[in-house]
């Protein structure tokens, strides 16, 4: 295999490759950090590029650092943990700022993008955590999905984790407590490429504001009898658990699945607040991960959209509703529409909780609901898709809705820039842009767009 030396000029995302350039050709390379002269090996070779692996690190960059995790560099998770927090910030914004001029044909320099708003914590930060099953020394052992190649990103095998610096040290008495628990009981674990065994999944939540956790089981059919003895177990181990779920998914693949969900033993719920509002969290509740940042985001729009008292707030792909319910202190009347039935529900209840009766939550794809249901002139449209982000029918209605105002947020510079090329197409206008760093040390990244529609468009 061919060796040589180059230096790291840029990390490519979302992988996270470190990429160097010899002889005209782009070399990705894994682990490589921006700033490094570092010997590689020649792996793989395509036309203009290739892909290689460090054999040495000649000289290191000023921006590496030491990672925290005793897992860092196997586990799948937090990629960029060796990479110093502010040149994460920097090459994130480049990265959206290079996204949306090459897919969306945006004219970048002359639209107003705020640096990157940092995480308020660079660990602990996580409210949520998924860990796989897998076995290790002839034991159950719960983990994450190997990293291992360009060639294969994940590997079926699970890393063994004992601990997670970006979610809570609760979670090093958590993961004993299980594993005994299921060796005990005699329960395998669940085997990705041959669909035998039977425990897939451990997912812990935890409220940042009030310390309680949620423990789910992720199980196929044949879990047998429910585990009611692993809830007191936890709960002498770790108190702050207070409930006990399980979830039942005899699905081939990775994918957690809530569709068969049953609470086995304390409270149905933990509760998180943000800025003195209270949300009620279920296992299968889309709340964002990092709940600090989640509520300066919440902030930001109502400081970017500025929404008058007499105004009608519309807000689809709404989850449970948290930035809905935050605006409706800000408006005469708040809709929300989500796909889930079980987010508006969720949604309704949070309503009631908060004493808020301003907002009304429809069950619905937004093509079903808005092509069925009347509603308010819309003043404020806000949009906050999944990763794929909005269907190209859903596209229609929105633009068909005219809004003079709109507030787009995106956990995908990709389609985001897609969307919003769309957008500027039916005469919207990109006010500013705000990204903030939800999850330090990984390659994701929140937007925030303001778009306001040029009035002799309207």
Known sequence: MTQLSAEIIDIAFPNNYGVAKKDGRVIFVPGGVFGDIVRIKILKESKGYAYGAIEAVERPSPFRTKPLCPHFGVCGGC???????????????????????RIGGIDIDRIEVQPVTPSPDRYLYRNKVELAFGE?????????????????????????VTTCPVFSPAIEAIIPAVREFAGREGIPPYNTATGKGVLRHLIVRESKTTGEMMVTLETTQKAGKDPVGLFETLRKDVPRVTGLYLAINDRHGDTIHYNRLRHIAGRSYITEDIDGMTFRIYPQSFFQPNTKAAGMLYGKIAGVARPAGDEHILGLYCGMGPIELYLSRYARTVTGIDSLSGNIINAGENCRINNITNCVFHAGTIEKVLGEIPL?????????????????????????????????????????????KVLLG??????????????PHTSHLETLVLLRKAVDSR
Do not use: W
Not at 79 to 99: F, G
Not at 136 to 160: L, N, Q, T, W
Not at 393 to 409: A, C, D, F, H, S
């Open 376 to 420: 308010p002139k819309t003043d404020l449209l806000v949009i906050d898709p999944p990763r794929s982000g909005i269907s190209n029918e859903g596209m229609k209605l929105i633009t068909g809705i005219n809004p003079l105002r709109m507030v787009y947020v995106s956990c995908n510079p990709a389609t985001l820039a897609r969307d919003l």
């Open 426 to 439: 039916h005469g919207f206008g990109i006010v500013t842009i705000s990204p903030f760093d939800f999850f």
């Open 136 to 160: 290790k020394d002839g034991g159950i052992m719960p983990g994450m999905r190997e990293r291992v190649s360009p060639f294969r990103h994940y590997e079926a095998s699970v890393v063994p």
């Open 79 to 101: 990629t960029l943990q060796d990479l110093d927090y502010e040149k994460q910030l920097e090459l994130k914004e480049r990265y959206l700022r290079q996204t949306l001029k």
